[in-house]
T-cell receptor, first 117, second 112 residues
């Protein structure tokens, strides 16, 4: 199988604080992980591509200084929401790419619900 | 630019009935196509994907999808739905497996 975990599953924080979300591939190594944001009743929007050992690639409109991504190992990527504000409240989902003989596949974590008060 | 359209926001079917969820895409080359399912509180699970070969793709949980290039469609089907199939279904298109673009999703409701 291919299992991706996220921690925490739910976090509530005060405005102005920073929050770190972890994404782990539990049974495979992933040189590439992705971070998505999902608003209520909306689709997933890709925020950034996280590459192990190098800088993340951010999508247009995503502030890299606000959403810090670190991919320090082949099984762990972290997303830190710095100086969070209520508008950052959302559902954040990560995925990890697993290489396969019939093409690569992204496996998704269960998501992290962030609420900023 | 790549895009994915799921024209139905909600679909309601009776348990045991057949199901078809529609998906149209816009992409310049032969796309990689995916269907994912998202249950409440859970992450997205890959149902099936197409990237070459047979245009009728078999997936998990009894789902299948057919790639029709002439119609730019990749509709998801299941001959007989179960109550546990109630969830949000996302069609997606990607170049390789990077930068997957998701549709807005179709919420499937099952009547007992």
């Amino acid at each position: 199988g291919a299992v991706v975990s996220q921690h925490p599953s739910r976090v509530i924080c005060k405005s102005g604080t920073s929050v770190k979300i972890e994404c782990r591939s539990l049974d495979f190594q992933a040189t590439t992980m992705f971070w998505y944001r999902q608003f209520p009743k909306q689709s997933l929007m890709l925020m950034a591509t996280s590459n192990e050992g190098s800088k993340a690639t951010y999508e247009q409109g995503v502030e890299k200084d606000k959403f810090l991504i670190n991919h320090a190992s082949l099984t762990l990527s972290t997303l830190t929401v710095t100086s969070a504000h209520p508008e950052d409240s959302s559902f954040y989902i990560c995925s990890a790419r697993k290489m396969g003989t019939r093409g690569d596949t992204q496996y998704f974590g269960p998501g992290t619900r962030l609420t900023v008060l | 630019a790549q895009s994915v359209t799921q024209p139905d926001i909600h679909i309601t079917v009776s348990e045991g009935a057949s199901l078809e969820l529609r998906c149209n895409y816009s992409y310049g080359a032969t796309p990689y196509l995916f269907w994912y399912v998202q249950s409440p509180g859970q992450g997205l699970q890959l149902l099936l994907k197409y990237f070459s070969g047979d245009t009728l793709v078999q997936g998990i949980k009894g789902f299948e999808a057919e790639f029709k290039r002439s119609q730019s469609s990749f509709n998801l089907r299941k001959p007989s739905v179960h109550w546990s199939d109630a969830a949000e279904y996302f069609c997606a298109v990607g170049e390789g497996d990077d930068k997957i673009i998701f549709g807005k999703g179709t919420r499937l409701h099952i009547l007992p």
